[in-house]
């Protein structure tokens, strides 16, 4: 099993971002002969989502990243090391990592690169800078994390858009983050993209829409077979969070949240219920804002945490699962972290400076 144990390292502040733009998921949205409102929502929890036409990953992770800065005074100069966590970058080329380094005027002396992970990359995303971090000449750290996914079908349900922005800093002394990291390749069709890449490259029969249980798909559009995922997570996850705490000889009822990629109403509910947690335990933002990807992990601690972490230290774990197929479980002990609400963009505060 793969475990690590970064030591000297805490969170400072964490921040999101989301089109302020309202989708809610009625019998007219989806175009599926098979598609019920009333039944969707219930089943996955996602009643609305933010979308935007306009807006990219990077637009949502800047102003959140702005926000965040300002909240907790750091100087852009001071920023030592910027990860960027999607799968849906800017271009296919340069990183969007160096593009926001530009837009946000860090030093040209940061360290920049772009992770190319869906559900699990905010977890991933965190334990890269850490270890980037944990020989402590690197002070500060930014890991933004987000999808605007304009590769699932328009009307898809579930998937919501976000960018999010978490800071930490190596501090002497500190606790630092517990991880637990795994992957199983041989799921890599159960949430695809299957062409416009290298080894299916974009052609003609790439825009071609075809039939998938009711539904219109083209391929360049996202599929997933939804029971292989569903029986993924509800296995891998809770082993995955057991195996931390036996690992590092942890209590997990001394656990004080439990932070899950938001999948869906189900999936959450029955890892909660195997883990034996009660619910207060286990928050979910999924009614308003949706499956938000690798940005869904944050945004939760954004919107149903922000007060509850304002005094006393927490213990927080966070699992990360999903599109890989991938997954890892974050421990950590937060207090007093920056936590701005949530914020809204209009598409109008797109960045036309950037466009090719």
Not at 74 to 97: C, G, K, N
Not at 103 to 121: A, H, P, T, V
Not at 264 to 287: G, H, M, S
Request: aromatic fraction near 8%.
């Amino acid at each position: 099993m793969s475990f690590l144990r970064i030591k000297n390292i805490k969170v400072a502040g964490i921040s999101a971002c989301v089109p302020e733009t309202i989708v809610r998921n009625t019998n007219s949205v989806v175009n599926n002969v098979h598609y019920d409102a009333e039944s969707f929502v219930k089943s996955t929890g996602v009643a609305q989502r933010h979308m935007s036409e306009e807006l990219t990953t990077s637009d949502l992770c800047y102003k959140a990243t702005n926000k965040l800065l300002d909240d907790l005074g750091w100087e852009r100069e001071s920023i030592d090391v910027m990860l960027f966590v999607s799968q849906s970058q800017d271009f296919i080329l340069p990183a969007t990592s160096c593009i926001l380094q530009d837009r946000l005027k860090l030093s040209k002396n940061c360290f920049c690169e772009d992770i190319s992970l869906g559900c699990s990359g905010w977890t991933y995303g965190m334990a890269t800078l850490a270890s980037l971090m944990s020989s402590g000449e690197m002070k500060r750290g930014l890991l933004l994390a987000g999808d605007a996914k304009k590769h699932y079908p328009a009307d898809d349900p579930l998937f919501g858009y976000a960018g999010t922005a978490t800071a930490i800093e190596y501090i002497e002394g500190e606790r630092g983050f517990y991880f637990n990291f795994g992957t199983d390749g041989s799921g890599y069709a159960d949430i695809i993209v299957p062409e416009g890449g290298s080894r299916n490259p974009l052609s003609p029969d790439s825009f071609r829409k075809e039939t998938v249980d009711g539904k219109e798909y083209s391929r360049l559009e996202t599929r997933m077979k939804g029971m292989n995922v569903f029986l993924f997570a509800t296995s891998k996850v809770p082993l995955s969070v057991k195996h931390l705490y036996e690992h590092y000889k942890l209590d997990l009822n001394s656990i004080d949240y439990l932070v899950l990629h938001q999948s869906n109403l189900k999936i959450l509910n029955l890892i909660q219920r195997i883990l034996k947690l009660p619910k207060e335990k286990v928050p979910t933002c999924l009614d308003e804002f949706g499956n938000t990807s690798s940005a869904s992990i944050p945004i939760t601690i954004v919107s149903r945490l922000s007060e509850k972490l304002n005094g006393n230290k927490k213990d927080i774990t966070c699992c990360g699962y999903g599109v890989g197929l991938s997954w890892a479980t974050l421990n950590m002990q937060v207090s007093n972290i920056k936590i701005p609400k949530v914020i809204f963009m209009a598409n109008e505060e797109k960045d036309m400076n950037h466009l090719a």
